[in-house]
Structures are given as structure tokens and as C-alpha cells.
T-cell receptor, first 115, second 111 residues
Framework: GDSVTQMEGPVTLSEEAFLTINCTYT??????LFWYVQYPGEGLQLLLK?????DKGSNKGFEATYRKETTSFHLEKGSVQVSDSAVYFC??????????????FGKGTHLIIQP | NAGVTQTPKFRILKIGQSMTLQCTQD?????MYWYRQDPGMGLKLIYY???????DKGEVPNGYNVSRSTTEDFPLRLELAAPSQTSVYFC??????????FGSGTRLTVV
């Protein structure tokens, strides 16, 4: 079945540091890939997405590129802020229409940014 | 523009009690989902629905039931609550355009 593996946390960085959170996946066919962010006490919010190989998703300074050859979708940001502290989830949908049987999530990476 | 609304936000149940978690969306989405989130485990799919009158099991359906009588509502029923059902429950919906919208969650404790 489908699966998503992302780096374990917590990840602790200083403000303005460079961020990488690794995500790899296993899926049949051509999945769509997502990064979701969860702030304390809140639900999940879509951060960015990519629907085909070599697509780059970007939002709020975060970027991730869909790499089919390495089955990866690593999240990056050039300069993190304290407000980026949250839990980040990598996810995939194996149904090309983005619906049907839902998203498969990684376990989440807790990011802590220190001033 | 409410999106996905879940009630209640918090609940404490005693072992063996039953309850229904409510989920309503106002975006006319066909697809709706129930997930549970346990610490360090990500989100696991409990049940999903591709339209009114159609539901199907996800990865962890045991101990739960759902119904989908309307496009807007997708309640999750817990019968005979057990401590293993202590979790945070999220409802989500989507159309066929890749954007999943999540509710703010229900934190359930079974004691």
C-alpha cells in the first residue's frame, strides 16, 4: 500500500536558519503530493502541493519539488521565523483527482524555531 | 464561509458510553473523511464517503460507524467507547480539485 516517510522530530533551529524536512513516499501510479501544517490546538492547513513530476509547490516562502526519480518531496525554506514553529505533515493522494480514498500521511515533524 | 465545522471541540466519555461526533461542510464537496490523530503517529483514516448514501472503511474503522444522508453532513458514531479511542478526531472534505479542507478537530478522552 501507499506510505509516506518523513524525518523524525523535533527539529530545533535558530531564527533565519535554512530549513529542510525530508519526505519520501511509496505509491502506485502517479500520486499527488502535499505538505500540511498544524499550529498548536488547530486543524491542518494546506501549505503547498504538487500534482505531477518536477512540479514545484510554493507558499509563504516554503518550497517543495516533486521528484519522481527519488520518490521525494522535501520541504525547504531559506530563512525560518519563530512563527513557523508548528508540526508539518507530508501526505500523498494516489487518486489523480485528489479525492476518493483520501490522503496518506507521514507521522509529522515538529519544528521549533528559537529566537 | 464556515468551511468544515466539527462539534464538540472537547469531550470526556466513560468506558462503554456512546457518542456522535458531528461534521458539517458548506462547500458542496462530494468527498468527506474522518481521521484520528495520535501523538507521533500522523493521521489515520477511519471512514470516508464519496457522496450522499455512500461510505467506505478506511485504515482503522473498528469501533466506529458513519452515515452520509446529505452532502453536507458526515457524523461519526462511537459505540461502547474504549480507552484506545482516546484521540483527536479530524473531519475533512474535498472536491476533485486537490484541496482538502480540515475541521479544527474534536479532542476525545475515554476514561
Amino acid at each position: 500500500g501507499d506510505s509516506v516517510t518523513q524525518m523524525e522530530g523535533p527539529v530545533t533551529l535558530s531564527e533565519e536558519a535554512f530549513l529542510t524536512i525530508n519526505c519520501t513516499y511509496t505509491a502506485t501510479g502517479y500520486p499527488s503530493l502535499f505538505w500540511y501544517v498544524q499550529y498548536p490546538g488547530e486543524g491542518l492547513q494546506l501549505l503547498l502541493k504538487a500534482t505531477k513530476a518536477d512540479d514545484k509547490g510554493s507558499n509563504k516562502g516554503f518550497e517543495a519539488t516533486y521528484r519522481k526519480e527519488t520518490t521525494s518531496f522535501h520541504l525547504e525554506k531559506g530563512s525560518v521565523q519563530v512563527s513557523d514553529s508548528a508540526v508539518y505533515f507530508c501526505a500523498l493522494s494516489s487518486y489523480s483527482g485528489g479525492g476518493a480514498d483520501g490522503l496518506t500521511f507521514g507521522k509529522g515533524t515538529h519544528l521549533i524555531i528559537q529566537p | 464561509n464556515a468551511g468544515v465545522t466539527q462539534t464538540p471541540k472537547f469531550r470526556i466519555l466513560k468506558i462503554g458510553q456512546s457518542m456522535t461526533l458531528q461534521c458539517t461542510q458548506d462547500m458542496n464537496h462530494n468527498y468527506m473523511y474522518w481521521y484520528r490523530q495520535d501523538p507521533g503517529m500522523g493521521l489515520k483514516l477511519i471512514y470516508y464517503s464519496v457522496g450522499a448514501g455512500i461510505t467506505d472503511k478506511g485504515e482503522v474503522p473498528n469501533g466506529y460507524n458513519v452515515s452520509r444522508s446529505t452532502t453536507e453532513d458526515f457524523p461519526l458514531r462511537l459505540e461502547l467507547a474504549a480507552p484506545s479511542q482516546t484521540s483527536v478526531y479530524f473531519c475533512a472534505s474535498t472536491s476533485a480539485s486537490y484541496g482538502y479542507t480540515f475541521g479544527s478537530g474534536t479532542r476525545l478522552t475515554v476514561v
